[in-house]
């Protein structure tokens, strides 16, 4: 899995609101100079897409040829746009956790976990914009492509009429020995674009890659940016290795995620050209 790039920076610092249970964050950079800082990709890899086209690659004028871009590549102008809102939480009873001051339902998913925030560059018809950052990954997309399962490239459900999942896997993540337990970010492809990605992808061309079918593939966990509340009472984030982390665990109270991990179960390695 490729290496993961958390931003760093003192975010703030945080107070018990005496009597209300609600902590205060004070910013210790100038505001300016901390967006500057800060405004880091969450999600930051390598993107391990092919360049093949897709109907959310299409441009909006209906006149242009339709743009090479996966559905998870990041476009120009979309940022993440939240680290200055980050607090800590401090319950009464003596619990703690990573939060946005003005957080909402939809900044955390399922389990509890919080999310990135990331805009999306779309059009007043929910088509996507903006040119490709090829290095980078969407991170709202990439979550949605992870938890609905749907294709990378083209942003279509991608469970086959069988309703195996297909994954590629570059031999980089997967290691030496294919067989065995896999974590992967990458969501999964339809059929037609896992046929064309390893010509089309940099990155499965130059580690080569395994295909992997698959019934089942459950929701793992995430990776993200882990942040630690400081002596000083200020909020600091960490390095991260890109490992997931697994729900459930209690350093995701203190994670801030940019990527979805599943765990593809029983799985087969395929041979694209049988399939
Ligand atoms: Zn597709």
């Known amino acids: 899995m490729s290496v993961y790039k958390p931003a760093s920076a003192d975010l703030g610092a945080a107070d018990r609101d005496a009597g209300r249970d609600r902590p205060?964050?004070?910013?210790?950079?100038?505001?300016?100079?901390?967006?500057?800082?800060?405004?880091?990709?969450?999600?930051?890899?390598?993107?391990?897409?092919?360049?093949?086209?897709?109907?959310h690659g299409r441009s909006s004028s209906g006149t242009a040829p339709r743009a090479p871009i996966p559905y998870i590549v990041a476009r120009?102008?979309?940022?993440?746009?939240?680290?200055?809102?980050?607090?800590?939480?401090?319950?009464?009873?003596?619990?703690?956790?990573?939060?946005?001051?003005?957080?909402?339902?939809?900044d955390r998913?399922?389990?509890g976990v919080l999310w990135a925030r990331f805009s999306q560059s779309r059009d007043e018809h929910g088509d996507l914009t903006g040119a490709p950052r090829w290095k980078m990954i969407s991170?709202?997309?990439?979550?949605?492509?992870?938890?609905?399962?749907?294709?990378q490239f083209c942003g279509e459900p991608a469970r086959m009429p069988d309703g195996r999942l297909l994954f590629l896997n570059s031999k980089e993540e997967c290691g030496p020995n294919p067989n065995t337990t896999i974590r992967t970010a990458q969501p999964p492809f339809c059929l037609k674009h896992a046929r064309m990605a390893p010509q089309r992808c940099p990155h499965l061309a130059e580690h080569g890659y395994v295909a992997l079918l698959t019934q089942s593939a459950p929701l793992y966990g995430v990776i993200g940016t882990p942040y630690q509340y400081?002596?000083?009472?200020?909020?600091q984030a960490m390095a991260c290795d890109g490992v997931p982390v697994p729900y459930g665990s209690a350093a995701l109270d203190w994670i801030v995620a940019a990527q979805l991990v599943r765990t593809p179960r029983a799985y087969t390695v395929v041979n694209l050209e049988d399939l």
């Open 139 to 151: 991170t709202p997309r990439q979550r949605e492509a992870m938890s609905k399962l749907l294709c």
């Open 230 to 235: 400081t002596a000083d009472r200020t909020i």
């Open 76 to 106: 120009e102008g979309e940022m993440e746009e939240s680290l200055l809102d980050l607090r800590a939480f401090l319950s009464s009873a003596g619990s703690s956790r990573i939060s946005y001051w003005n957080e909402t339902l939809g």
């Open 109 to 111: 998913d399922g389990q």
């Open 24 to 55: 205060r964050l004070r910013s210790v950079l100038p505001r300016r100079a901390a967006r500057r800082q800060l405004r880091r990709p969450a999600a930051r890899r390598e993107a391990s897409s092919p360049a093949l086209a897709g109907p």
